[in-house]
């Protein structure tokens, strides 16, 4: 008969470490802290410690320490007052004096705010006064009694130094508006004004006046402003790290953060802000950048409309730089995304390393509208009303990009020739005299050149295909884009083509006429594809010209491909390619 396996029973020192850090993160003050760790600490064991603090915040928890969850609420909290009370600085480190004032501090800290449970002995009076002077009198008179070793590492410091992180953190600047965020909480939920998820999108406020006025006033925005629904929770504004506002464009959505005190003006400039993020579809054009600094490159060109445009009034802390003003949001990216250091660091609406346009809901799921239409017609609406009645001038900047909206979206076979029309040469006619004019009969006196194709230039226009002929591939999008390829191409000059098949492995087909391209293909029915080697054996094919472009079409069932020059892809709706492209990606869509 089998032995049966025991089942590994939790530590019950690791469940009591986790339940202290729920009580320690369940404080108000340290509810966005993080840094904690269960790990086993060899030397704070020696030392008879709990844990410690790095200089770059982090904090390890000794696995060995036998507290109950009170105790390590009380060690936890004290390593983070430690952290928010600047006492990581490299100076008060070496001294053991103004390392006893500062735990010292600490445990008043915690004792006022009634954090957990000491886990050593402290004197029932802690000395009052101010710890710099505290430290200055200790040096000369000694530390007493009870306070050398008054801290969470035993005998230890509390403060160990490790290589410093690339990005540091504030850890005092984000102390001080948990605390600011703690004092607001507790005197909206002394007065009842904290709303609740009940009546949170029925709630007529400040900002609902901010809305009201667009529809009323500001015919531009009037339209999107009556579409999107407020969302001003509390604890939704917490759980997204929202410390102004945030936006959902799929759900019509602006999460706000009720505890934050603004003027009416202010509202109505964030709330523009919001919309035109959403309207603009911000979320959808980042592409192959990053999504955060994509995020801030945007918000320069929108704050900066808004300041022009006199939309309400921006608030302390918001992006805007002058000398950006004309610029794209793709123009902006490509000037600050060289100090990515720097720029990390800048604060969104939502709040710094946080970007604003959300990528998911904060609220309860609910069956999602496609907003894009309407936002495109709300905004070409505005535009013609604001034109209309004289409301004042534009940034030229808006209007392109509303007008530009406003138009449908190209189908792929119109993008797939102008990608022809860019990348595949034509061969230029030239005049010449050994073949005259068709008009030469009407002016036999003067002589008239006529339009040649030298036959050299021939061999020159081509382009390389490389075909996902695998069995996964559909029968009928394979022949829309072969014949689609076929006539750009003999409407670009182009004779031939290179194509290469590619299954399992690569076929060489050479060089093949366009229109029998379609007619040559044998789709093949083995599994996955390889389509690197097809590639590579274009790019070192000595009959293929260096600046030949190459269309890749594939269902996305594929190895991922590096191609050395220019290219495209060409994949059916909805598929999606193992890897970023770095060439233009065209989606099939059947009639």
């Known amino acids: 008969m089998a032995r049966k396996h025991k089942e590994k029973k939790p530590d019950p020192r690791w469940e009591a470490w986790r339940a202290g850090m729920g009580i320690a993160y369940g404080h108000a003050m340290f509810r966005h802290s993080g840094g904690a760790q269960w790990v086993e600490v060899p030397q704070l064991e020696q030392d008879r ?10 904090i390890p928890c000794n696995q060995r320490a036998n507290l109950d969850p009170a105790e390590w609420a009380w060690v936890i909290g004290h390593a983070l007052l430690h952290r928010g009370l600047g006492h990581l600085a490299s100076d008060r480190r070496t001294d053991a004096a103004a390392r006893a004032a500062d735990c010292l501090e600490v445990n008043r800290f915690l004792r006022e705010i009634k954090l957990g449970r000491e886990p050593i002995p402290l004197p029932v009076e802690l000395p009052r006064g101010n710890p710099v002077a505290l430290a200055e009198r200790w040096r000369t008179e000694g530390i007493p009694p009870g306070f050398e ?16 992180a690339p990005d540091p953190i504030d850890y005092p600047a984000e102390f001080a508006l948990a605390i600011a965020r703690a004092a607001a909480e507790a005197v909206a939920e002394a007065g009842n004004t904290v709303p609740t998820s009940a009546n949170t999108r029925s709630m007529r406020g400040i900002w609902d006046r901010a809305r009201r006025w667009f529809v009323s006033s500001y015919p ?21 790290q929202i410390s102004v506002a945030a936006v959902h464009a799929g759900l019509g959505e602006i999460y706000i953060n009720p505890l934050l005190e603004l003027s009416e003006e202010e509202w109505r400039f964030v709330l523009a802000h919001e919309m035109l993020h959403a309207a603009l579809r911000h979320g959808d054009r980042v592409g192959g950048r990053d999504p955060y600094l994509w995020n801030i490159a945007a918000d320069y060109v929108i704050n900066g409309w808004l300041v022009e445009m006199r939309v309400g009034e921006m608030p302390q802390g918001l992006l805007h730089d002058p000398s950006l003003s004309g610029l794209s949001a793709e123009a902006v990216y490509d000037l600050i995304a060289t100090d990515l250091r720097r720029l990390r660091k800048l ?13 998911e809901p904060l609220t309860p799921s609910k069956n999602g509208v496609n907003l894009d239409e309407y936002y495109r017609r709300a905004l070409a609406t505005g535009l013609a009303y604001h034109e209309c009645q004289g409301r004042g001038w534009l940034p030229a900047g808006l209007v392109e990009e509303i007008r530009a ?16 029309a860019e990348y595949v040469r034509m061969p230029e006619p ?18 008239r050149p006529g339009w040649h194709r030298w036959e050299e230039a021939v061999p020159r226009c081509t382009f390389g295909v490389v075909l996902d002929t695998s069995g996964s591939m559909d029968r009928q999008l394979l022949g829309m884009a072969l014949g689609a390829i076929a006539s750009y191409a003999i409407a670009r000059d182009v004779p031939r083509a290179r194509v290469v098949f590619c299954d399992a492995a690569a076929y060489d087909a050479g060089y093949l006429a366009v229109e029998d391209i379609a007619g040559r293909v044998n789709v093949r029915g083995r599994g996955g594809t390889e389509l690197q080697p097809g590639i590579t054996l274009l790019e070192r094919a000595d009959d293929f010209p260096a600046d030949a472009p190459i269309l890749v079409i594939t269902d996305g069932y594929c190895d991922v491909v590096r ?9 059916p709706e909805g598929a999606r390619l193992p890897f970023t492209p770095k060439g233009p990606v065209f989606h099939l869509t059947r009639p």
Not at 149 to 164: E, F, L, S
Not at 220 to 240: K, M, P
């Open 49 to 58: 410690g709990f844990a410690r603090v790095t200089t770059n915040g982090w």
């Open 149 to 164: 070793h008054a801290g969470i590492a035993g005998y230890g410091p509390d403060i160990v130094a490790v290589p410093p």
């Open 347 to 359: 604060a969104t609406l939502r709040g710094r390393g946080l970007g604003d346009i959300l990528g």
């Open 430 to 447: 030239r005049r010449s005299y050994a073949r005259a004019s068709r008009r030469q009969s009407s002016t036999p006196d003067i002589p």
């Open 405 to 420: 909206l406003d138009q449908p979206p190209l189908p792929w076979d119109a993008k797939l020739a102008q990608w022809f």
């Open 563 to 571: 191609i050395r020059r220019d290219h495209a892809f060409l994949v």
């Open 220 to 240: 531009l925005l009037g339209g999107l402003a009556s579409q999107f629904t407020i969302v001003a929770d509390a604890e939704v504004a917490r759980r997204g």
